[in-house]
């Protein structure tokens, strides 16, 4: 379905069809809601020793497809989000916050965090895509 404007209905259709995909691995449901020209940033506030990492979509996609392969019973749970619209309605940010736990697939340990993800949408081609993904990753 093509959309003339983005809404905030439209923004949690899309964010329910990622956090399923994420909960699923289901990889190329995750990429095709990201813009070709998106930029993720992904920090580690409560670790100033861990490196920013910084992907492109195929950057990602290839970090995506990895992490897939050594973890397993993998679930995001978004707690709270709020959107934010323009009042063109051609963009959008939602601003999250996540918990995640994920078992390695080599050794067995289940591992959690949480953060806050804010990303900002626009409408490309009658559908919202994302262009830009901030992520400050915890680790409990």
């Known amino acids: 379905t093509k959309h ?3 809404t905030t209905n439209l923004l949690e259709q899309a ?5 399923k ?4 691995q289901d990889s190329e449901t995750m990429l095709a809601y990201l813009a070709s020209n998106i930029v993720i940033v992904v920090t580690f506030p409560e670790n ?11 950057t990602y996609a290839a970090y995506l497809k990895d992490g897939l392969a ?5 679930s995001i749970r978004r707690l709270k989000t709020e959107y934010a ?3 063109d309605g051609l963009s959008a940010t939602a601003d999250s916050t996540f918990t995640q736990t994920a078992t390695l697939r080599d050794t067995g340990q ?5 953060g806050r993800q804010f990303v900002t949408f626009k409408l490309i081609d009658g559908a919202p895509r994302a262009t830009r993904m901030d ?3 915890y680790y409990r």
């Open 4 to 6: 003339a404007l983005l």
């Open 15 to 19: 964010s329910l069809a990622l956090d």
């Open 21 to 24: 995909a994420g909960n699923t």
């Open 48 to 58: 100033p020793e861990v490196p920013n990492m910084t992907f492109t979509k195929d």
């Open 70 to 74: 050594k973890t397993r019973d993998v």
């Open 85 to 87: 619209v323009s009042s």
């Open 110 to 114: 289940t591992f959690t965090s949480g």
């Open 135 to 137: 992520v400050s990753l």
